[in-house]
């Protein structure tokens, strides 16, 4: 690995620590910045991702869990129904070629990019004009 590609993964591993932390999912900026700046190819782009989520994850954790900022009744549910979602999830990916692997992943960043723009903006808009009934 030559220096500005080490550069590069360490910029990229930084701003996707950020967009972690903040909770919005590094994996947005990971997986395309892994596939468009080292190319590794879209299996192990995803995998990184999967092992850049965990420690990244409980350093936010720990600091949302010391603001009181988690509803534990909600998330234990997710949590549990996301593990199912999760193990489903990996053997689909892991079934697909990595070409079509990348294309859904695109997708699912186009649409929710799309969402982001047209749906939860026009939402937000209409929840500032109406009183707020709760924070």
Known sequence: MVNGELILLFLTGLYSGIISGVG????????PALVLL??????IAQSVNLFFFVP????????????????????????????????????LAMSLPGSNLKK??????????????FVNGSTRKRRKQSPQTHQ
């Open 38 to 43: 080292v190319n590794p190819g879209q299996h």
């Open 104 to 117: 859904w992943f695109g997708l699912f960043l186009l649409l929710m990019g799309a969402y982001e723009l």
């Open 56 to 91: 990244t994850a409980v350093i936010a954790l720990i600091v949302h869990v010391k603001k009181k900022r988690i509803d534990f009744r909600m998330a234990i549910p997710i949590i549990l129904f996301g593990l199912v979602g999760a193990a489903a999830g990996s053997k």
């Open 24 to 31: 919005i999912g590094g994996g947005t900026i990971l997986i």
